[in-house]
């Protein structure tokens, strides 16, 4: 049977060769027509692999993101150690709850779906990835007054790897966010320079060694703040981490990941969410695009960071 021609091109148009610089971008060619961002917040992004946008998300659906946030706090307090859902600081109890980490909350709350399938933040992704947009993964990460652990310098893209470099992660705060509340910074530039190892000779520990961490420019490190409804973006490659929360307030951060729907995952670590990995706007991808830069594979097994870098079992 003789199929048609386009069956079988190649991405570029030519079925001949692969455009290789246009395998290592990390945003979509620029229509000019952008949802949310301005070309200038589009060219920061690509430049320094992360941008901050206050105040982004409406006051409406602030208050449903909080008021579903609330209601798991709620369900936590009858816990008394850690759950494959929620996971517990040290010190947790009914009447101070401490949560380091609420595990999915798209799969577990319609408003958290809805947010993350068909706000203005799919929008955001689009204006840097284009139209054909895959939803990895959510989690809501919490920093308790008065502690909060401390989130080592890492990337993201070893714990989950794709085929090319496009997935970003929207960090969205619940709650406004000053200095010294354990707030995310981010080290400008630092996805252009290379992928480290994140393992501990066969230790997987999920951070930069202490040898590849002094060698960055960790002091040009920008940690954004602002009122509730800010949100960052960052890049999969984008050296990150955050301090301990030095304020009497929690600051709980929702974190949604997506990438281009050409990037295709190497392991299987979201194929027990029922809406991990799935396309949530435009076409599927006919063909994978390649990034020729190597990818380090982390396990499988599913363990959250602070789990992963405090050592535990």
């Not at 929360?245 to 027990?272: C, G, H, I, M, W």
Request: glycine share 10%; charged share 25%; hydrophobic share 30%.
């Amino acid at each position: 049977m003789q199929m048609d021609g386009r069956e079988n091109e190649e991405p570029g148009g030519g079925g001949s060769s692969l455009d290789f610089a246009g395998a290592t971008r990390i945003v979509s060619e620029d229509s000019g027509s952008h949802r949310v961002l301005t070309g200038d917040q589009r060219q920061a992004y690509q430049r320094d692999g992360f941008i901050a946008l206050p105040g982004l998300v409406d006051k409406g659906t602030l208050e449903n993101l909080q008021n579903a946030t609330e209601g798991f706090v709620e369900q936590s307090k009858s816990l008394t150690e850690s759950t494959p859902l929620f996971d517990l600081e040290a010190g947790h109890c009914p009447e101070f709850p401490r949560l380091r980490r609420l595990v999915s909350p798209a799969d577990l709350h319609p408003t958290f779906w809805e947010f993350a399938s068909e706000s203005i933040i799919v929008d955001l992704v689009e204006d840097l990835l284009g139209p054909d947009i895959k939803f990895h993964h959510s989690k809501l990460n919490f920093k308790a007054p008065r502690g909060g652990e401390e989130v080592k310098w890492h990337q993201d893209i070893q714990f989950w790897p794709h085929t090319n470099y496009s997935p970003l992660t929207i960090g969205v705060f619940l709650e406004d966010v000053g200095p010294d509340m354990g707030n995310v910074g981010f080290i400008p530039g630092s996805h252009e320079g290379p992928l480290y190892d994140q393992y501990d000779g066969e230790q997987w520990v999920g951070c930069l060694n202490s040898v590849d961490s002094q060698a960055l420019a960790t002091e040009n490190a920008v940690y954004p703040a602002g009122p509730a409804g800010t949100v960052t973006v960052h890049n999969c490659r984008t050296v990150h981490g955050s301090k301990r929360n030095e304020s009497d307030r929690s600051r709980p951060l929702l974190l949604q990941t997506y990438s281009a729907a050409d990037a295709f995952v190497y392991t299987d670590l979201v194929r027990k969410s029922p809406r991990g990995d799935s396309l949530i706007r435009g076409r599927p991808a006919r063909w994978a695009r390649h990034d020729p830069r190597p990818c380090q594979v982390g396990p499988s097994r599913v363990r959250t960071i602070f789990e992963v870098q405090q050592r535990e079992d």
